[in-house]
């Protein structure tokens, strides 16, 4: 009888599946669910972390909206002409003392409407950026007050005044958040602020000054500790990592006082978080150096949607096993109902494993006594379900198994002598015959392979003896010396060299053979080669030494370099010409650059001294007209009236060319620019004109692209008249769209006009090319021009595709803003149709 039985392992087995599944899936479960928990407890610090940063951002974007508003209200400007005017007249100096008490009185309801705002100030350009008006508080909350013109101070090196200086009108400058200085000094106490400021433009577009917002800070992050929960902590760091805001308060601001302490130092797992081009995690946990293991919740707040280079790191801390404490209450419930299921299962598994497996064990029993040879088993014959079925089966075979044992046991004894004998023989066979095949395939491949080697090099391979004989020769070696292998193979390998170097050759050879200095061997160099009609060429020679037993081969790999060399002389040729060609292009661009600036210069100087003439003649036409005109008789009133005309006209011209050379000479820099706006501000531009024609214009959402404002807006002004002037007998329909074309934004200007010939499509964009009678049609040719010079000097192209009597539409291309993504926007129509008066 077995000691392990098929009884014990099946009652093993039943319990071993139990206890697994139970295990299994309580196990899965509770992994699972702690998992769950603990993360959606992080969440929750990550979460008040998220919406800290929501309410930082929120502050920051009302600073700088308070900081424009003030900058555009109409007491500043007024406030820099009447000082700017103050110089020359007294009266102008009382102007500004209202205006300044005006702006004072402007910035203290600013700051009592703020409590957490400390200073508010308007400050100059001029008098290296002395304050004109300064409002102030000294705490949060505190009295509001005006200072005296002596305590006024010059801002000129703070470091926001050269920031704003570079800033175009519309922006604002954020600040870092610092300690308060008072005279280059850190105030006693330290007050954190942040500073927004936006500079004051006048009509000419030059920099009067500017105005300056400061908020305390720590008003800032008291609102955000609101709602922060017991144990917790906040914590906030600038782009830098250092605090801003800490448990601590001896680690605030540390940076600013002397000392540098960042959060990557105290907590290295957040060093990645800290840093602007990598996002942060939602939650992080980390080890303090205390050993106390903490869970952080981070956000990342801009000062502005705009600019999210320039950020907040905010961190809200707390304890992990804190953190975590629910998910450990309830890990601990779970581990021990898992524990009573289990022990369910052993118990229920006993039982059932016990009435399956003993009457397997009595068959067992009685199976391993008849496999003794003893014949006497107890079977359980008698069983009513499928063991008694099992049970007389296995006596009945028991049976015929006895009376052929005894005849098996003989033959098998036979035939395993036999088999043996067999066996052994075929595998001498066997192993006889497979070696003989791999050596034979062996030998096959290896000279396959050499000689594919040879035959497919591209270069010259020549093996000679100790003798210097040649003793193979390659396809490459046929080709490169003009020998036949045949013709080479059995020859001195100095046939292939020219006179002094074939004499010297076997010299050099014996000399190796008898002292082992090399030479040549082992040594690549360029030499002189010979080919078969006496011809030399250059060529780069490598020879090896090989030893097969006693014998020692010396094999030459060869090649023919001499469409080396000549390419090596063509490309110092071509280097020499292209440096004299490049010196001349550099002085052809010289002066072009030249003749282009001076050719700048004489259309402004020429259409200014033009036009004087022509306002002369037609003034003294027009005072011809008024005065004499009764002493006049009709053909003359005709002449004076063409005479008017043909100045206007001239006059018209010489301004239109003046506008056409500015486009390049007075035109702004390129920028990020609303192309809906400016078409927009061009369609309000033309109200009488769409008035007048009854016309209709449309558009759809257009994007950012990079040009200058004024110019774009020129553009659409310019395509929307034309599309107006060239009408036909119904109201003009025109409709503008924009859609993306490869890297650039395509613009289509439509319209139901007139149309133009095929012909024309690149005529009508040559400077005063006109396609109809000026009685028919005003204007001087120079509009699309202009357009065409507007768009090209943006990096686009301008086309129109139209037919006669069928419409014309204008296409042109401009690149895509980097600071907007614009990826195609949602169809939205805005029509514009004034009603007639």
């Not at 040649?470 to 020998?483: K, L, P, R």
């Not at 390998?493 to 010299?507: F, G, I, K, R, T």
């Not at 010289?590 to 200014?608: D, I, M, T």
Request: hydrophobic share 40%.
């Amino acid at each position: 009888m077995t000691r392990f039985g098929i009884g014990a392992k099946v009652a093993l087995l039943i319990c071993i599946i139990s206890v697994s599944a139970s295990a299994a899936v309580g196990l899965t479960i509770y992994w699972h669910f702690s998992r769950t928990l603990v993360d959606q407890e992080l969440k929750e610090l990550s979460a008040f972390a998220r919406v800290e940063g929501v309410r930082f951002t929120a502050e920051m974007e009302a600073l700088r909206a308070d900081a424009l508003f003030l900058s555009h209200t109409p007491t500043v400007q007024s406030t820099f002409r009447a000082q700017q005017d103050s110089v020359d007249t007294p009266k102008s100096q009382e102007v500004e003392d209202g205006l300044q008490e005006r702006m004072a009185i402007l910035f203290q309801q600013q700051l009592l409407a703020k409590p957490f705002y400390g200073h508010a100030r308007l400050i100059g350009v001029a008098d290296d950026g002395r304050e004109i008006v300064h409002v102030y508080r000294a705490s949060p909350g505190g009295d509001v007050r005006m200072a005296p013109e002596a305590e006024l101070q010059r801002r000129a090196s703070e470091p926001y005044f050269e920031g704003v200086a570079r800033l175009a009108e519309g922006d604002v400058y954020l600040s870092e958040v610092n300690l308060y200085r008072e005279h280059g000094v850190v105030t006693d106490p330290p007050t954190p602020v942040v500073r927004a400021a936006s500079p004051v433009y006048g009509f000419d577009g030059k920099l009067l000054g500017m105005v300056v917002i400061h908020q305390f800070f720590e008003q800032v992050t008291k609102e955000l500790q609101q709602g922060l929960g017991e144990g917790n902590a906040l914590i906030v760091v600038n782009e830098q990592g250092e605090y801003l805001v800490h448990p601590d308060p001896q680690q605030t601001f540390a940076f600013d006082l002397g000392s540098s302490r960042r959060i990557q130092d105290d907590y290295p797992a957040l060093a990645d978080a800290v840093q602007a081009t990598v996002e942060p995690r939602a939650s992080i946990v980390d080890v303090s150096a205390s050993g106390e293991r903490l869970a952080f919740g981070l956000c990342r707040a801009p000062f502005c949607s705009d600019e999210p280079e320039h950020f907040v790191t905010i961190v809200t801390s707390s304890s992990y096993d804190q953190a975590v404490a629910g998910s450990v209450r309830i890990r601990y419930r779970s581990l021990l109902a898992g524990g009573g299921v289990l022990l369910a299962a052993l118990v229920w598994g006993f039982f059932v494993s016990r009435s399956v497996t003993e009457p397997l064990r009595q068959i067992a029993w009685s199976a391993e006594a008849f496999g003794r040879g003893d014949t006497d088993v107890a079977l359980p014959t008698a069983a009513p379900d499928e063991t008694g079925v099992v049970a007389r089966s296995l006596e009945t075979m028991m049976a015929q198994i006895q009376a052929a044992r005894t005849k098996l046991q003989r033959r098998a004894e036979e035939l395993e002598e036999s088999r043996r004998a067999a066996y052994n023989l075929l595998q001498d066979v066997e192993a006889a015959r497979q070696n003989l095949a791999r050596s034979e395939q062996d030998t096959r491949d290896q000279a396959a392979r050499t000689q594919a080697i040879l035959d497919g090099a591209s270069d010259a391979i020549i093996t000679i003896g100790e003798n210097g004989v040649i003793e193979s020769f390659n396809q490459a070696a046929e080709q490169t010396f003009g020998y036949r292998a045949s013709e080479a193979i059995g020859q001195n390998v100095s046939l292939l060299m020219p006179a002094p170097y074939c004499d010297e050759h076997d010299q050099h050879l014996r000399n190796y053979l008898e002292t082992g200095v090399a030479n040549i061997i082992r040594v690549g160099r360029e030499v002189v080669g010979r080919r078969a009609g006496g011809a030399t060429f250059p060529m780069y020679l490598a020879v090896s030494e090989i030893k097969l037993g006693d014998k020692r081969l010396f094999t030459g790999i060869a090649r023919d370099i001499t469409e080396l060399r000549q390419t090596m002389q063509r490309l110092t040729d071509a280097n020499e010409e292209l440096e004299q060609r490049s010196q001349q292009i550099e002085r052809f661009n010289a002066n072009l650059s030249r003749s282009n600036e001076e050719l700048k210069q004489f259309a402004y100087v020429a259409s200014h001294d033009l036009q004087e003439p022509l306002r002369k003649v037609t003034s003294f036409c027009q005072m011809l007209k008024d005065e004499y005109t009764d002493q006049l008789d009709d053909q003359a009133r005709t002449y004076i009236r063409y005479a008017v005309d043909g100045a206007q006209r001239m006059k018209t011209l010489i301004t239109d060319l003046l506008s056409y050379s500015r486009v390049e000479t007075q035109g702004k820099p390129l920028e990020p620019t609303d192309a809906d706006h400016a078409c927009a501000e061009a369609t309000e531009d033309l109200t009488a004109a769409i008035k007048e024609s009854r016309a209709t214009v449309t558009r759809e959402k257009l994007p950012w692209v990079n040009a200058d404002q004024a110019q774009l807006v020129r553009l659409f002004q310019n395509l929307i008249a034309n599309a107006i002037k060239y009408r036909g007998a119904e109201p003009p329909q025109i409709h503008i769209r924009a859609e993306r074309a490869g890297q650039q934004w395509q613009f289509r200007v439509r319209d139901n006009g007139i149309g133009i010939d095929p012909q024309y499509h690149e005529r009508i964009f040559v400077i005063f090319q006109r396609l109809h009678a000026r009685d028919e049609y005003s204007g001087t040719g120079i509009g699309l021009a202009v357009c065409k010079r507007i768009v090209e000097r943006a990096g686009g192209r301008i086309w129109v595709e139209s037919q006669p009597d069928a419409g014309s539409e204008f296409c042109f291309t401009l690149s895509p803003s980097s600071q907007h993504s614009h990826e195609g926007a949602k169809r939205h129509d805005r029509v514009y149709q004034p009603t007639a008066s």
